[in-house]
Nanobody
Framework: QVHLVESGGGLVQAGGSLTLSCVVSVNITNLYGMAWHRQAPEKQRELVGVITSPTITPDYVDSVKGRFSISRDDKKNTIYLSMNNLKPEDTGIYYC????????WGQGTQVTVSS
């Protein structure tokens, strides 16, 4: 069973920064890919960004391009979401996802951006 555990969420003022971490219980190089999603209050969950391998540039939803960055540390089986110039509309629960033949989710971490 693959487990994903997010951390690093919190309350930050608009314009601030946060970095989220997602620790995976297995070797992440064995997964086909990993992603970050978020869910704002009363909205559907949306994809934030995807990373499939260390050699391929991550892809992002337009609303976070230039502000968010996904990175990975394969030795630590961890992926990160660095978020800069945060906006109130970035508020939500952020989820880590990984997949091989199955799809795995973390429990989420809350990010709140105050105006």
């Amino acid at each position: 069973q693959v487990h994903l555990v997010e951390s690093g969420g919190g309350l930050v003022q608009a314009g601030g920064s946060l970095t989220l971490s997602c620790v995976v219980s297995v070797n992440i190089t064995n997964l086909y890919g990993m992603a970050w999603h978020r869910q704002a209050p009363e909205k559907q969950r949306e994809l934030v960004g995807v990373i499939t391998s260390p050699t391929i540039t991550p892809d992002y939803v337009d609303s976070v391009k230039g502000r968010f960055s996904i990175s990975r540390d394969d030795k630590k089986n961890t992926i990160y979401l660095s978020m800069n110039n945060l906006k109130p509309e970035d508020t939500g629960i952020y989820y880590c996802q990984g997949w091989d033949q199955q799809v795995y989710w973390g429990q989420g971490t809350q990010v709140t951006v105050s105006s």
